[in-house]
């Protein structure tokens, strides 16, 4: 089995996004041992599952982090996955946008809010939810055979293959 496609899609997501963190690097808190976004219960496609499996055997023959953050934590709040973390995981932090029945949203880590208000910041230095996540939904369907499956991160330890 081949990762290409999501590997590509993950390098334009971090592009996009490095171009949002970039404009607002002054206010930008995220940096190795952060960790406050990173919460137990976080699921990703199968795809993105089975990637992570291929990629860091290691990682998952051993204990997840404590309950209550994101099981990829080590003991110090660092991700043992980053190079490889998944989509959901890209983004955290930088000022997000999405529209949702007409309407648009927008969202900040808490400790990053110092700074201009969300509302008055334009489109373009927000990172925008929406396109990626079709486009991952797309890369999942392609490779489940049109199943939608999610995996709980927590789930992936110990061998256990809990999908499909």
């Given at each position: 089995?081949?990762?290409?496609?999501?590997?590509?899609?993950?390098?334009?997501?971090?592009?996009?996004?490095?171009?949002?963190?970039?404009?607002?690097?002054?206010?930008?808190?995220?940096?190795?041992?952060?960790?406050?976004?990173?919460?137990?219960?976080?699921?990703?496609?199968?795809?993105?599952?089975?990637?992570?499996?291929?990629?860091?055997?290691?990682?998952?023959?051993?204990?997840?982090g404590p309950a209550g953050g994101c099981a990829l934590l080590d003991?110090?709040?660092?991700?043992?996955?980053?190079?490889?973390?998944p989509y959901v995981c890209r983004t955290q932090g930088l000022p997000?946008?999405?529209?949702?029945?007409?309407?648009?949203?927008?969202?900040?880590?808490?400790?990053?809010e110092p700074g201009p208000e969300l509302v008055e910041l334009p489109?373009?230095?927000?990172?925008?939810?929406?396109?990626?996540?079709?486009?991952?939904?797309?890369?999942?369907?392609?490779?489940?055979?049109?199943?939608?499956?999610?995996?709980?991160?927590?789930?992936?330890?110990?061998?256990?293959?809990?999908?499909?």
């Amino acid at each position: 089995m081949t990762f290409d496609a999501l590997e590509a899609l993950y390098r334009e997501v971090d592009a996009a996004s490095a171009s949002v963190a970039a404009h607002h690097a002054a206010r930008l808190q995220c940096q190795r041992g952060c960790h406050d976004c990173c919460v137990d219960g976080l699921t990703v496609f199968a795809l993105e599952a089975e990637h992570l499996v291929a990629r860091h055997p290691a990682v998952f023959a051993s204990e997840p982090g404590p309950a209550g953050g994101c099981a990829l934590l080590d003991t110090e709040g660092a991700c043992r996955v980053y190079a490889d973390r998944p989509y959901v995981c890209r983004t955290q932090g930088l000022p997000l946008r999405w529209e949702d029945d007409g309407a648009e949203y927008r969202d900040i880590c808490p400790l990053n809010e110092p700074g201009p208000e969300l509302v008055e910041l334009p489109t373009a230095q927000c990172f925008t939810l929406g396109p990626f996540e079709g486009r991952l939904a797309e890369l999942q369907r392609q490779h489940g055979d049109g199943r939608m499956d999610r995996v709980p991160l927590r789930d992936l330890f110990r061998g256990s293959k809990p999908w499909p």
